[in-house]
Structures are given as structure tokens and as C-alpha cells.
């Protein structure tokens, strides 16, 4: 009588101490400081997403550098020889390439972070954690291959005789407000593409589409002044204009149109984390 007794107490403790977990609920719940309690998981699938990229590949992780150096030949050729398009006194090749580097973080962000809830479904399926670890992983992943690239960079401003101004110290910031453009764009599609699969069949022509909206090989200067709020609305025309001037010194970005970009990518961040905290209680369901 006495064992069975004992046995009830702890039972009853353990019962006690039991917490369950479960994802947030309505608009408000977004429980962010989650993020800290799992950041060893986070770190996790950052390298996690790292390796898989280059898994199983010859040159690893040159890819980082050949991918932009590629793209960098070909804009040279098209419009920097045949279209002669203008490029603030700055020779073409490093122009672009300059452009080219936020642009790839951008690209590879979003390709990565789209499918993240899907490619992790075994784990979502089965036990709790902050879901939007996915999508934030595979955004920040593309970190490493920025960095690999960003030396490409230094060694061209060498050749090119090119010193960077005190404008230089704007980099970090500006490599923030890009990073917060491509998570916000990503909490978006990558909630969306739990829901509806169609999504990721839509975003290598989506990503092709803003290449050219962007100005990564020619000049935001080419398009009419009329025009010029319009173009801002496109955030990373800012994020990328304000690359060339950090590193370049060329024409500092029209403050009105940053100022547009900005708006634009705080109003998607935060509508962003709100529908994705909004949906992320059916995606154990749906996935």
C-alpha cells in the first residue's frame, strides 16, 4: 500500500512538472524569445543548410565565388561592352560585381528559406520548436558565401585602385537592412509554400524577373526621375545602390528613395512575422 502510494506522488510530481509546448496562438502570441532558449538548434540548421549546399560537390564551396564571377563576365560583355551601359566612372567589371554580391545573398536567401518548412517537415511533424528557425536558417546560411565572395571584392578594388570612403562604415548597416529584406520576403513565401506548393515553382522566375528590376547591371540613374519613387518601392534597389556607394564611392543613394525601401521592408518584416506566427499552428497539419 505504501509502494503504490509513493508510486502516485511521483507521478503527480512528474505531472507537475511537465510543460507542454505548443505553437503560438492569434496575432499577438509571437513568443520571439524563443529564439534564444533554441539557439544551439538554430546554429544547427544554419551549418546544417551550409553542408547540404555543397554536399557531394567537386569544387565545394568555389561555387561561392564562381556563381557571381560568372554572372559578372556575362553583364560585362552584354551590357558593359555591346550596350555600353554607364557606370559613375567605375570600371564596369567591379561595378556590377559590387551589385552582385548583395544580389546573390538575396537570391540565395530566398531559394533557400522557401522550402525550408517543407524540406523539415519530418521534424516539425514530431516535436515543437519555433518554426520560424526554418526560414531564418536558411536566409542566414548565405552568410558564409557572402563572406568567400566578399574577398573576390577586396582583391578587385586592389586591381582597380579604387579606396574606399568613410562611407565604408555604412556597410554593416546596410548588410542588416538587406538580411531584413530577404527574411522578410522569406517569412512570406516560405508560410505560403507550406500551405500551397505552388509557391516554389514560382520563384526561380520570380528571382529572374527582380534581377532585371534591379539595378545590378546598370545604373538606378538610367531610370527617369518620374519614375524614381516608383522604382524605390523595389527594396533592394536601395539595399544595392547603397553596396556600390559603401564600397565604390559612387553617387550616394537619393535619401527619398532609401527612405521608400525602408518603409517597404519594415511594413513586410513586420506583416511578415505576424502571418507567419498567424499560420504556424496549422503547419504540423498541412505539411
Not at 250 to 267: E, F, G, K
Request: charged share 10%; hydrophobic share 55%.
Amino acid at each position: 500500500m505504501t509502494d503504490s502510494k509513493g508510486k502516485m506522488q511521483d507521478l503527480a510530481s512528474q505531472t507537475q512538472n511537465h510543460i507542454k509546448m505548443s505553437p503560438s496562438k492569434g496575432w499577438v502570441s509571437l513568443r520571439l524569445g524563443e529564439l534564444w532558449q533554441y539557439r544551439e538548434l538554430f546554429y544547427f540548421f544554419i551549418w546544417r543548410d551550409v553542408k547540404i549546399r555543397y554536399k557531394q560537390t567537386v569544387i565545394g564551396g568555389l561555387w561561392a565565388v564562381v556563381q557571381p564571377l560568372g554572372m559578372m563576365v556575362v553583364f560585362s560583355l552584354l551590357f558593359g561592352g555591346l550596350l555600353n551601359a554607364p557606370s559613375q566612372g567605375i570600371p564596369y567589371p567591379i561595378f556590377t560585381y559590387a551589385a552582385l554580391l548583395p544580389w546573390q545573398l538575396f537570391a540565395t536567401g530566398i531559394q533557400s528559406s522557401v522550402s525550408s518548412l517543407v524540406n523539415d517537415r519530418a521534424v516539425i511533424t514530431k516535436v515543437y520548436y519555433p518554426r520560424i528557425i526554418s526560414p531564418c536558417a536558411g536566409v542566414l546560411s548565405g552568410i558564409v558565401e557572402f563572406a568567400v565572395a566578399f574577398i573576390i571584392l577586396i582583391g578587385m578594388m586592389f586591381y582597380f585602385k579604387i579606396v574606399p570612403t568613410i562611407a565604408i562604415l555604412t556597410l554593416p548597416l546596410l548588410l542588416i537592412i538587406l538580411l531584413a529584406t530577404v527574411l522578410s520576403i522569406s517569412l512570406w513565401l516560405s508560410a505560403l509554400n507550406a500551405l500551397y506548393r505552388d509557391i516554389q515553382y514560382t520563384i526561380p522566375f520570380l528571382v529572374q524577373i527582380w534581377l532585371f528590376v534591379t539595378p545590378v547591371a546598370y545604373s538606378s540613374g538610367l531610370i527617369p526621375d518620374r519614375w524614381q519613387i516608383l522604382y524605390s518601392v523595389n527594396p533592394m534597389a536601395g539595399v544595392i545602390e547603397g553596396f556600390r556607394w559603401a564600397l565604390l564611392g559612387t553617387q550616394i543613394p537619393s535619401w527619398p528613395n532609401l527612405l521608400m525601401s525602408l518603409i517597404v521592408v519594415l511594413a513586410l518584416l513586420v506583416t511578415g512575422v505576424f502571418f507567419f506566427k498567424r499560420v504556424e499552428k496549422t503547419f504540423a497539419d498541412v505539411l
